[in-house]
């Protein structure tokens, strides 16, 4: 039984049949356990305990299960889970709160501990703009949004009429660096595409597996289910169509909201579009959801897991509505929101890959949380999966990670451990290179 109950899409795939581009599966005799806090590269940071949990479910071996191996610097607050996942050695972190803050004071905590961590991969779920980019593709639920930008999204003035979002070069947080940028470029190519998506799919197979065989060992509590919700869920309103109380249910406040600025009531809030008897005539209809299967356990042709790349909006504030939403993305140019990215991005080198959970309006619910939290762990853990050393980095080099790589940036040639006896740092010219032996 296929358990991935996944929609499938038509998708004109190259045929890389006979490509070199294999997935080397690691088994536990071939890891290695590290030998310090310094031999991590890789972080995963998480702000919610259900996509921490989703990741946890990919991790092929815990390196902490007999206790704190690694321990952390003085007044370091982070918690932190190592382990492998596929040939990379992570550091994860669960953030205490969600936010902007949150996320950079963990960050920051986490370079001083894990002073080798070149990237951060912030795993986990968002909302989506539903039609995004230039061609407004159809982003669904479940898909995954991976950044190749972050924008504040809600850092600017609030005029009386009209909000002036501050996007000058001082504010707005940098571009990738060159590591990021090469990530970026290579996993949207046909080839990287096809084979992320495929085995993101067989990830998230191997999670559904795992949670299922985890819940039939436990004896009492609450089962996660990593299921694909159907697509009969998957319910795209128009975006000036409002989550509330239906004309005639007795709702003083909700029968008075007529516009945008008008307020539902707090109870409708937490109702879910079944209970308030939302307008079914009033959904977006999308043929490839249409003729996808509902049934979750069915057998599916799955294509694995569709992801998205694009500019991520980051803020402090939940966006519920479809007008902001659409008008958000209109002006910075995102295709996705989340809370942590900007936070992360101003510390760490740093990848957001989210799953789409809802689509940012009125009628979001948590339907379709841990589904979109397992297709996020997936697509991290194929995106990691890459032929080639991961991160994509020369042996024995490293960029700074807190300057741009542009034409003015320095990188750093370790010759040993930094800060360890006999570590000395070289630095080199604007090409990268070490100034001469002697
Ligand atoms: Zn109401
Ligand atoms: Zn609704």
Not at 247 to 268: F, L, V
Not at 397 to 416: Q, V
Request: charge should be negative.
């Amino acid at each position: 039984m296929n358990i991935i109950g996944r929609i499938t899409r038509k998708v004109d795939r190259p045929d890389t049949a006979a490509s070199s581009f294999t997935r080397q599966p690691m088994d536990a005799s071939s890891s290695q356990r590290p030998n310090g806090r310094s031999d991590f590269e890789v972080a995963i940071i998480c702000a919610l305990r259900l996509e921490f949990d989703a990741v946890c479910l990919l991790i092929d071996e815990l390196w902490d299960e007999d206790g704190d191996q690694y321990g952390k610097v003085e007044g370091d607050p982070n918690i932190y889970t190592t382990g492998r996942m596929g040939k990379c050695n992570v550091v994860l972190v669960l953030l205490p709160n969600m936010g902007k803050a949150s996320a950079a004071s963990a960050a920051a905590s986490l370079r001083s501990s894990y002073p080798r961590v070149s990237l951060a991969l912030l795993v986990g779920i968002c909302g989506a703009v539903p039609f995004a980019g230039p061609e407004r593709d159809p982003i669904v639920l479940g898909d995954v949004i991976i950044s190749n930008l972050v924008v504040q999204y809600d850092l600017g003035r609030a005029l009386p009429d009209r909000f002036v979002r501050k996007d000058t070069a001082h504010d707005s947080l940098g571009r990738p660096n060159k590591i990021i940028r090469n990530i970026l470029v290579k996993l949207d190519t046909d080839i990287d595409r096809e084979h992320i998506e495929k085995w993101a799919g067989d990830f998230l197979k191997a999670l559904q597996t795992k949670s299922e065989e985890k819940a039939k060992r436990k004896r009492r509590g609450k089962h996660t289910s990593y299921k694909y919700p159907g697509s009969a869920n998957d319910l795209l309103f128009h975006a000036c169509y409002r989550h509330k109380h239906a004309p005639g249910s007795g709702c003083r406040t909700c029968e008075d909201c007529h516009g945008n600025a008008d307020p539902a009531c707090d109870e409708s809030l937490t109702l879910s579009c079944k209970e308030l008897e939302c307008d079914t005539s009033c959904v977006i209809r999308r043929e490839h959801l249409e003729s996808a299967s509902n049934d979750p356990n069915a057998d599916s042709d799955s294509e694995g897991v569709f992801f998205f790349i694009g500019a991520i909006g980051s803020g402090d504030s939940v966006i519920r509505s479809g007008e902001h939403r659409d008008q958000i993305a209109k002006q910075a140019g995102v295709i996705a929101f989340e809370m942590e990215g900007a936070g992360v991005w101003d510390e760490v080198p740093c990848i957001v890959i989210k799953g789409v959970c809802d689509y940012a309006d009125s009628h979001k619910n948590k339907g379709w949380q841990n589904y979109a939290a397992a297709t996020a762990a997936s697509v991290a853990k194929a995106v990691m999966e890459r032929p080639g050393r991961w991160p994509d980095q020369s042996a024995g080099w490293r960029s700074n990670p807190h300057t741009s790589d542009g034409a003015n940036s320095i990188r750093i040639f370790w010759t040993a451990e930094p800060g360890s006896p006999g570590g000395a740092e070289l630095r080199t010219d604007q090409r990268g290179i070490p100034p001469a032996a002697g």
